[in-house]
Nanobody, 123 residues
Framework: QVQLVESGGGLVQAGGSLRLSCAAS????????TGWFRQPPGKERQFVAA?????KYADSVKGRFTISRDNAKNTVYLQMNALKPEDTAVYCC???????????????????WGQGTQVTVSS
């Protein structure tokens, strides 16, 4: 069993930066793929970025967001730069028990989910 807790959300002006953290518990977490997803107001949850031995990004965040992990701390980070109002959403991290394939964009591949953290970008 894996528990995921997100932190680092908040209110920021357009063009600003935030760093989200996803702290995980569980002895085997280091071998899991971790993804970030977001749900804008009134919209469906959407893929943002994911990491295992490789990384993958949604086109809308490429060049602005960076995903990284610190295995010693069981934590995955999402550095978000050049934020736009359309980045406003609840951001959740999720863990996929598979490691071998490249990270998946599909929500259904992920087995464990955090509660989410709100990111609001003002114009």
């Amino acid at each position: 069993q894996v528990q995921l807790v997100e932190s680092g959300g908040g209110l920021v002006q357009a063009g600003g930066s935030l760093r989200l953290s996803c702290a995980a518990s569980g002895r085997t977490y280091g071998s899991y793929t971790t993804g970030w997803f977001r749900q804008p107001p009134g919209k469906e949850r959407q893929f943002v970025a994911a990491i295992n031995w490789s990384t993958k990004y949604a086109d809308s965040v490429k060049g602005r967001f960076t995903i990284s992990r610190d295995n010693a701390k069981n934590t995955v980070y999402l550095q978000m730069n050049a934020l736009k109002p359309e980045d406003t959403a609840v951001y959740c991290c999720a863990a996929d028990r598979s490691w071998g394939p490249p990270p998946s964009e599909s929500l259904t591949k992920y087995d464990y989910w955090g509660q989410g953290t709100q990111v609001t970008v003002s114009s």
